[in-house]
Nanobody, 125 residues
Framework: QVQLVESGGGLVQPGGSLRLSCAASGGTYSNYGMGWFRQAPGKGREFLAVINWRGSITYYAQSLKGRFTISRDNAKNTMYLQMNSLKPEDTAVYYC??????????????????WGQGTQVTVSS
């Protein structure tokens, strides 16, 4: 069983940057596709990005328009989400998740088996 713990959230001004981390423990971390989701107040869960175990293949939600970058370091059992040019509408709780599907590009949260507890990102002046 994989345990996931997010960190790096906080308050940032519009136009600023944050890097979220997702530390994994337990299981064989390199076997999983890893993704980032977010949920804003009053809204549904939104897929952001997913990365393969090698870190060589990534998929992104088109709405991000290149502002976010997903990466992972299997030696550290950690995945990252670099977020640039943040906007107030990026305010949400951000979650990392892991899936074991053969197809990497999973965008439905129901296809993910393991979830972190979430980290709050607030973009405000």
């Amino acid at each position: 069983q994989v345990q996931l713990v997010e960190s790096g959230g906080g308050l940032v001004q519009p136009g600023g940057s944050l890097r979220l981390s997702c530390a994994a423990s337990g299981g064989t971390y390199s076997n999983y596709g890893m993704g980032w989701f977010r949920q804003a107040p009053g809204k549904g869960r939104e897929f952001l990005a997913v990365i393969n175990w090698r870190g060589s293949i990534t998929y992104y939600a088109q709405s991000l328009k290149g502002r976010f970058t997903i990466s992972r370091d299997n030696a550290k059992n950690t995945m990252y989400l670099q977020m640039n040019s943040l906007k107030p509408e990026d305010t949400a709780v951000y979650y990392c998740a892991a899936h074991t599907k053969l197809l990497l590009d999973q965008r439905d949260g129901d296809d993910y088996t393991y979830w972190g507890q979430g980290t709050q990102v607030t973009v405000s002046s």
